[in-house]
């Protein structure tokens, strides 16, 4: 069974990078049909979808914050990861690593809270 577990800093300044990890257990972020992606929640706000990237490492973002995101893997350790550039407040949110098959949703992380503040 695919367990997932963000990490990273839970406090980055303005016009920082945030960079966040997602650990996955229970199954390899490089099966066939498998996607990994990372959505946010603003406080007082919906969900958004920022990106994922595939089994084969294709990477896909949402065209809202394309310039700014990117997702990348490490596959000795069974981990993708995000990097946000140039973060201002609106960025603060919980960040959800998620686990995708065949593109639907099957499995969220915890979630964690990054609050952009100086």
């Known amino acids: 069974q695919v367990q997932l577990q963000e990490s990273g800093p839970g406090l980055v300044k303005p016009s920082q990078t945030l960079s966040l990890t997602c650990t996955v257990s229970?199954?390899?972020?490089?099966?066939?049909?498998?996607?990994w992606s990372w959505i946010r929640q603003p406080p007082g706000k919906g969900l958004e979808w920022m990106g994922a990237i595939g089994d084969s490492g294709s990477t896909y973002y949402n065209p809202t914050q394309k310039s700014r995101t990117s997702i990348s893997r490490d596959t000795s350790k069974n981990q993708f990861t995000l990097q946000l550039s140039s973060v201002t407040p609106e960025d603060t949110a919980v960040y959800y690593c998620?686990?995708?098959?065949?593109?639907?949703?099957?499995?969220w992380g915890q979630g964690t809270l990054v609050t952009v503040s100086s």
């Open positions: 229970g199954g390899s972020i490089t099966t066939n049909s498998y996607y």
């Open positions: 998620a686990f995708l098959r065949a593109w639907c949703l099957e499995l």
